[in-house]
């Protein structure tokens, strides 16, 4: 059974720094594609970044620069470093996995951690 833990929300002053975690189990990590979404209230889930098992990475354009994805294999986590926050980035923070290339739509990936919630004050 596939489960994907995330951690290290919490919160934070617009200008500050996370570093969300992401524990998976119950999958061969080493070959699983990861990403993070996330959903800030009354708004859609969103893309926000991607791994490969090739370590090939992908980030929501206006992201860029300030989110950056990183994986271990080692051990089982993938990791997103959340710089210079603003307060539009207070959201849930979700971590999924899927097994095939790198995609941004929900909809492509199978499983889904329960969240981890980052609020940015102003």
């Known amino acids: 059974q596939v489960r994907l833990v995330e951690s290290g929300g919490g919160l934070v002053q617009a200008g500050g720094s996370l570093r969300l975690s992401c524990a998976a189990s119950g999958l061969t990590f080493s070959v699983a594609t990861m990403a993070w979404f996330r959903q800030a209230p009354g708004k859609e889930r969103e893309f926000v970044a991607a791994?490969?098992?090739?370590?090939?990475?992908r980030l929501a354009e206006s992201l860029k620069g300030r989110f950056t994805i990183s994986r271990d294999n080692a051990k089982n986590t993938v990791d997103l470093q959340v710089n210079s926050l603003k307060p539009e980035d207070t959201a849930v923070y979700y971590c999924a996995s899927r097994f095939a290339l790198i995609a941004t739509r929900q909809e492509d990936y199978g499983h889904w951690g329960q969240g981890t919630q980052v609020t940015v004050s102003s």
């Open positions: 791994i490969s098992w090739t370590d090939t990475t």
